[in-house]
């Protein structure tokens, strides 16, 4: 009986000794199994004052910019070398006007703008204007001072535009109204509504690609070839400044 | 002496149709359609002048808006039928000077405008863009006609009174 009371206390002390052995690892397989949670979240509770402070996330923000600015200029440069020897249309940086809209007229009979610098500052008649988003118009003509920009929504305006996802390609014809309707060159375009559309690459009046707008709606029923309309990214009746872009001849 | 002021005064009020044509006032336009502002000129001053001063006003607005415009369109052959139209009846019958005889008349006046630049744009555009019966030039004609009919009795009265003056002066 005493052996057996002996043996009692023995096992309660050995037990008591290796409590925080078993506590201890109790902990960690709880650890592990979260996979360290609640170490991660301990460790960034504790280090938050330390952390990289926003001008240093900035500063990696405008490095990557910076890259990404360099990278797309070697691809322009590449892109309008390899243009020239394909003789097509290149698009240049060098042509870019911020220009002023002194009087706009995005619906009636003329849907146009006109613009407050001309020739003096370099306009040619047949740059590209855009606003923000994409294209709106072509310059129709210019005086000295001014430009007149043929909006794409006004009736007889025509450019030749591409869907960039299935190159597909067409012609932008302006309607009057405030979408123009995209006509395509093929009878089964695969195209469907929000596809993007922007100048064909084979262009030979404007810069290669520049964004025009989203497809709405598509008539694929419509005859010879199914139309689509097509809603322009940027607003002509919402700008005051343009950018006019003009290119290399 | 005031002679000279009076035809500095028609030519200050000829030249505001350009500049509102260009400025385009968006507080004056019906779901982005503004008036016809030749129309509101030409109407009391072909009224008051006759024919041949309402063609001749016509060819010169005509040609002016058409050169401000970027349109392959004319406003002439409208603008000359409203004037020699216009003189006639200033000439003939009681004078037209009810606030809704004008309206009526620049209503007209503006529908016309319109049925030409329609008739233009489908047989020198249709090739391309434009049906003979498309919504949006409907809707134009219509919102610019109503802004014009609005517009003609506060405006035109004003200038019929004004271009009468001068006879009863002058």
């Known amino acids: ?249 | 002496m005031i002679r000279h002021q009076y035809r500095a005064l028609v030519c200050a009020t000829a030249l505001l149709v350009p500049c509102l044509s260009y400025i385009s006032p968006g507080f004056l336009a019906l779901m982005g359609i503004g008036p016809s502002w030749v129309v509101l000129w030409l109407l009391p001053w072909a009224l008051e002048e006759g024919s041949f001063s309402g063609v001749l006003a016509g060819v010169s607005f005509g040609l002016i808006l058409d050169s401000i415009s970027l349109g392959d369109v004319t406003q002439i052959p409208a603008l000359v039928i409203l004037g020699f139209w216009w003189g006639r009846l200033g000439r003939i019958g009681i004078p037209i000077e009810k606030v809704f005889s004008l309206g009526l008349l620049g209503w007209l006046g503006s529908v016309l405008i319109g049925l030409c630049f329609w008739l233009q744009l489908f047989f020198f555009k249709r090739p391309v863009s434009v049906d003979l019966f498309n919504s949006w030039s409907l809707h134009t004609i219509f919102a610019q006609s109503i802004m014009t009919a609005l517009l003609t009795p506060i405006v035109s009265s004003r200038l019929l009174l004004f271009f009468r003056s001068r006879s009863n002066s002058v």
Do not use: C
């Not at chain 1, 988003?133 to 450019?159: E, N, Y």
């Open chain 1, 1 to 249: 009986m005493a052996g057996g009371q002996q043996f009692a206390i023995f096992r309660w002390r050995f037990l008591r000794r290796l409590r925080p052995w078993i506590l201890l690892i109790g902990g960690l397989v709880i650890i592990r199994s979260t996979k360290g949670a609640l170490f991660s979240d301990a460790y960034a509770v504790l280090t938050r004052p330390f952390w990289p402070g926003a001008s240093q996330r900035e500063w990696l923000q405008s490095g990557d910019q910076l890259a990404k600015q360099i990278r797309l200029n070697l691809l322009e440069e590449d892109n309008n070398r390899l243009r020239k020897m394909l003789e097509l249309q290149a698009s240049s940086k060098y042509g870019v006007f911020s220009v002023p809209v002194i009087s706009r007229q995005s619906k009636g009979w003329w849907q146009q703008l006109e613009l407050g610098k001309g020739s003096f500052q370099g306009i040619k008649a047949g740059s590209a204007v855009l606003g923000p988003g994409g294209l709106l118009g072509i310059v129709q003509s210019v005086t000295p001072t001014t430009s007149k920009v043929r909006l794409l929504t006004a009736p007889g305006s025509q450019v030749g535009v591409w869907i960039t996802r299935t190159k597909h390609h067409g012609i932008l014809l302006g309607i009057g109204t405030n979408r123009p309707q995209l006509t395509f060159f093929d009878k089964a375009p695969q195209v469907v509504k929000g596809d993007v559309v922007s100048i064909s690459p084979a262009s030979t009046l404007l810069p290669p690609n520049l964004p025009v707008g989203v497809i709405q709606s598509v008539n694929n029923n419509a005859l010879p070839a199914p139309i689509a309309t097509v809603q322009l990214l940027a607003p002509p009746e919402a700008v005051d400044w343009v950018q006019v872009q003009n290119f290399d001849d």
